[in-house]
């Protein structure tokens, strides 16, 4: 069992920048791919980012240039660097893992969320 528990969200003004943390913990042998996704009102729920246990990195169109996935794997933690903020990144992010349990199956889990809100 992984627990995913995110941090950083928060209120900030455009143009402005949040970092966002996702720490995993329990019993696991190894996590594979994180990623981080988002949900704004009324809209599915949509990949921001994804990050390999190796470090190799995917972006969503509206999240290059502008945002930075990053991980730690010693720490079990994955962070996601915001910059230029715009309103339009006001939604809840969450994160997942890709996880590898002690029973040998490989299970996705989810965090709770962190709301970020962006004004103008």
């Not at 290059?64 to 990053?70: L, N």
Request: hydrophobic share 30%; charged share 15%.
């Amino acid at each position: 069992q992984v627990q995913l528990v995110e941090s950083g969200g928060g209120l900030v003004q455009s143009g402005g920048s949040l970092r966002l943390s996702c720490a995993a913990s329990g019993r696991f042998l190894s996590i594979y791919t994180m990623a981080w996704y988002r949900q704004a009102p009324g809209k599915q729920r949509e990949l921001v980012a994804s990050i390999t246990s190796a470090g190799n990195r995917n972006y969503a169109d509206s999240a290059k240039g502008r945002f930075t996935i990053s991980r730690d794997n010693a720490k079990n933690t994955m962070y996601l660097q915001m910059n230029s903020l715009e309103p339009e990144d006001t939604a809840v992010y969450y994160c997942n893992a890709n996880s590898r349990t002690v029973l040998g199956d490989t299970r996705l889990y989810w965090g709770q969320g962190t709301q970020v809100t962006v004004s103008s």
